[in-house]
């Protein structure tokens, strides 16, 4: 019903900056709210930061004044700003999207950022 489409992600050096984008498609009408996430070999994915259609943000105490999560409605798309890369915020970033109504949860395919000199 909804599809997820991460990209922006790539190979950067510590202090760089990148901007990561999510489409989403199909019932688009039906989403409340959108985060990113998070995954670094060998742990476990952990929550970055979260936008609602309103425009409300919330951020992972690890990540707040680095991270910036913004959304485009007419466009269907959230952005993540991430400024001062750091090799440990190397990880596959991931877009959810949420239907709290109908309690239905969607994930994207994962974009990789590397993070390496």
């Known amino acids: 019903q909804v599809q997820l489409v991460e990209s922006g992600g790539g190979l950067v050096q510590p202090g760089e900056s990148l901007r990561l984008s999510c489409a989403a498609s199909?019932?688009?009408?039906?989403?409340?709210?959108m985060s990113w996430h998070r995954q670094a070999p060998g742990k476990q994915r952990e929550f970055v930061a979260r936008v609602t259609r309103a425009g409300t943000t919330n951020y992972a105490g690890s990540v707040k004044g680095r991270f910036t999560i913004s959304r485009d409605n007419a466009k269907n798309t959230v952005y993540l700003q991430i400024v001062s890369l750091k090799p440990e915020d190397t990880a596959v970033y991931y877009c959810?999207?949420?239907?709290?109504?109908?309690?239905?949860?969607?994930w994207g395919q994962g974009t990789q950022v590397t993070v390496s000199s």
């Open positions: 959810r999207a949420q239907d709290m109504g109908a309690l239905k949860d969607y």
């Open positions: 199909g019932s688009i009408f039906s989403i409340n709210a």
